[in-house]
């Protein structure tokens, strides 16, 4: 049978099953967008012939990465919100009250790049003025599933006292709901399915309760997923204490939000009983191990959800928080961080942290019958990492196999030297084919600085402990 592409002699990592499905010589077979067969590289050239062939010899070829959560409009910002306490309002809002929508575009075009060149090929995106960066995407080629942040937080929020209860616009939240389901309306299984929306409520926090039901309404009517955070800090649980006086779980469950539907993002501030609640309730938990440890210095109840019986997956969230969009740094980040929270060596192990950055994603998006792992029938979103890197030294397969380990806790994700996506080449030797990468991070670059002038008055304004630190001489 002819096929477009065969990726043969290579290390195969499927994902399927319970663990990681190795092949010791393994290939796949590509016909357009999806995969048409998976099995040892033997059987795969006896029945199929192809207009191109990949050899990965020395290569492992596994499915892409999916990053659950990541807000790239504000990828301009990395670095400028980095160990201090009130991240968001002193140290994130200034900048970003000064923000243009095109402005946050550029910026996001670059975290996409750091993106697919650490081998993640969906991106949960999920920020403001989506309507703009879904063109990075489709310009790109990457597999995305998007949604607008909506909320009723003006952009003035920085200026309020910290602990002051905020104030919501009507208005502001009416424009960004609208912006979602026309978002939804235009961009839905656009690109031959490659672009998906969902809706983005911001946390029951950052609206009235008015809106966050309108926003369900909406989901169950679309019969699609809320992806929100919630429980994410002790300035969420302050909002909604003062406003309602109840913790976020409690609230969401009282207005029926807990279920498959919702995708729960951080629960940092959850207990082990919200935790476990939740979790039974059928919905799922996305884990940002690298931002809430810079962020909060704090390890999220992951594993207690898990053990409850919850599916969970990670995220990278965002740059000004985690400064890595990167799923190699997330996935050891969430190994080391529940072995030292555990007191436990086997606590996390590399497997799981591999499972939740790729098929274990795919369910908590909804996604799993289309990518997450290698099987004939599934979008052919698939990576190749090169084992003759240093960090992958040595390469053994009997009696052990190392290669999971030295991927989760050995390799920084530059070792990634092909990643296709729905079918198509998107980068290789490291080389992304689609657009110019230096072009587009040199644009961004003077875009970033051009909007640290504009709010030199509220970065001085708001007077951050980063801010203090380069006065100190520390920076």
């Known amino acids: 049978m002819k096929v477009d592409i065969i990726i043969h002699n290579g290390h195969l990592m499927t994902m399927e099953g319970k663990g990681v499905g190795y092949i010791a010589d393994g290939a796949v077979a590509i016909k357009h967008n999806k995969i ?10 006896r029945e199929y012939t192809a207009e191109r062939h990949i050899d990965a010899a020395n290569k492992l070829i596994m499915p892409g990465f999916i990053d659950a959560h990541i807000h790239t409009g504000i990828a301009i910002f990395r670095g400028v919100a980095q160990d201090m306490s009130n991240w968001m309002q002193k140290g994130l809002w200034p900048f970003q009250k000064h923000l243009r929508p095109d402005e946050s575009a550029i910026g996001s075009m670059v975290n996409i790049i750091e993106g697919i060149k650490a081998g993640t090929t969906t991106f949960c995106d ?14 790109i080629g990457a597999r995305a599933r998007v949604t607008e942040l909506v909320n009723e937080i003006p952009d003035n929020i920085g200026d309020l006292p910290v602990g002051e209860l905020y104030t919501f616009e009507s208005s502001i939240g009416e424009t960004k709901l609208n912006r979602n389901l026309e978002l939804y309306e235009k961009h839905h299984d656009t690109e031959d399915g490659r672009i998906t929306v969902i809706l983005g409520p911001h946390g029951p926090d950052m609206m009235s309760l008015e809106l966050l039901k309108e926003v369900k309404n909406h989901a169950e009517k679309l019969d699609t997923k809320l992806h929100m955070h919630v429980a994410q800090g002790d300035r969420e649980i302050n909002q909604m204490e003062k406003r309602y006086g109840k913790r976020s779980i409690e609230f969401l469950d009282e207005h029926d939000f807990l279920n498959e539907r919702l995708i729960a993002v951080h629960l940092t501030e959850a207990t082990d009983e919200e935790t476990a609640f939740i979790a039974k309730s059928g919905a799922s938990m996305i884990y940002c191990a690298g931002s809430i440890g810079i962020i909060d210095g704090m390890v999220p109840p992951v594993q207690h959800f898990l053990d409850a019986g919850g599916t969970a997956c990670l995220g990278s969230d965002q740059a000004p928080g985690n400064n890595s969009n990167n799923m190699f740094n997330e996935m050891k980040f969430a190994a080391i961080l529940n072995k030292v929270k555990y007191k436990n060596p086997q606590a996390f192990h ?7 950055a790729t098929i274990e994603a795919a369910k908590v998006m909804g996604i ?15 990576i190749l990492v090169d084992l003759t890197a240093p960090a992958f030294y040595p390469v053994l397969t009997k009696p052990i196999r190392n290669i999971v380990p030295n991927l989760v806790y050995s390799a920084r994700g530059d070792e990634v030297d092909t990643a296709i996506i729905d079918g198509k080449v998107i980068m290789e030797n490291k080389q992304i084919l689609t657009i110019h990468e230096k072009e587009e991070i040199s644009k961004a670059q003077q875009t970033a600085e051009n909007i640290a002038s504009r709010a030199e008055e509220d970065i001085l304004k708001a007077d951050s402990d980063i801010l203090q630190m380069v006065r100190d001489g520390l920076l």
Do not use: C, F, P
Request: aromatic residues 4%.
């Open 368 to 382: 799993d019958h289309e990518v997450g792992s290698l099987r004939s029938g599934k979008k052919a979103d698939i």
């Open 36 to 45: 048409e067969a998976v099995g040892q590289t033997q059987e795969i050239l």
């Open 126 to 139: 999920y920020d403001g003025r989506m309507d703009l960066i879904v063109n990075n995407y489709k310009k």
């Open 350 to 356: 590399a497997t799981q942290a591999l499972r939740m």
